[in-house]
């Protein structure tokens, strides 16, 4: 296996190909994009692929739990998850990042439709924990320096006061800065920090990503972080759920948050029991279809004491 750090620098020097596209979407369908499939090539690591159709570190990895991240193999069928749920949200406007999917979401329209361009993203470590929150942007700099907080120099103190703009400054070549002063959408020089929980609370996006988002956005644009682990989606008749796994100090019980969003909903009715179980048993991050398949037997009820064997669920 190659050592970390040589695989890192041919991702830094790799020219992604990321396919971030625009999708429409309604409140009778709330599911974007499709998944696929993509066959290895020679040398190709999951890293790369991921990077090259718009996902995280994550993402590629949780839906392709089978495969070595840096070394899959020849010839291997690698699935891309470029399919997601909308978060749940009363009204979809501006910018919305989901926490636990390391994954942001850019509302706007576009003569009368509602459209949505999503993009992986990085989020705060453990203790530096990206916060949950209404914010804006309130600045755009392009070329940024990059002013080292007290609290990483005490950590890094070989760090200068300012670092400049290029190769070394981890803001990379876009960002924007939200309300309250403390955190950044920016850019990256490391690009496989995408997808992975740690910086000091700030998001980072690939660096061919960041100029897109940046040019889209306005000052004064609202912007939501929220935390939602599970996340339940309708396309036609069809049901379907998405788990993400809550990586820190979090307690979270998935089960009962699933069923309370299925009433909420009022899609309890028509969800395979046993599916859901399965979908919340994997949390592949994928959209997983749990559409009670009609046989015309009479369905039994829900029995919402499984919650209490469940709990790890």
Known sequence: ???????????????????????????????????????????DSLIEIGRRFSLGYNE?????ADLDPFLPGHDKDVLIPTKWILPDMQVYEGI????????????????????????????????????????????????????????IRKERPELPAVVPPGPENPLGSHAMRLSGGSYLIHGTNRPWAVGR??????????PEEMPLLFNMVQIGTKVTIVRQPVKIGQR????????????????????????GLLIKKDLLKKVDTLKLYEAIKNKTGVPVDITEIKTGAIKAPVNFKKSEQLESL
């Open 1 to 43: 296996m190659l050592p970390l750090c040589v695989l890192f620098l041919c991702l830094m020097l790799f020219t992604s190909t990321a396919e971030s596209v625009s999708y429409t979407y309604s409140k009778e369908d709330n599911l974007i994009g499709n998944i696929t499939v993509y066959r290895t090539k020679k040398d």
């Open 60 to 64: 590629i990895t949780d839906a392709n």
């Open 96 to 151: 919305v990042i989901n926490l636990p999917e390391m994954r942001l979401y850019y509302f706007y329209k576009q003569d009368s439709k509602n459209m949505v361009r999503t993009f992986p993203i990085g989020i705060g470590d453990e203790g530096t924990d990206t916060p949950t929150g209404v914010f804006k942007i309130t600045q755009k700099t392009v070329n940024p320096s990059w002013y080292p907080p007290e609290s």
């Open 197 to 206: 929980r740690v910086t000091h609370g700030c998001l980072r996006l690939y």
């Open 236 to 259: 036609g008749d069809n049901i379907f759920i998405e788990v993400h796994k809550i990586e820190g100090n979090y307690s979270y019980k998935y089960f009962d948050e699933a069923i």
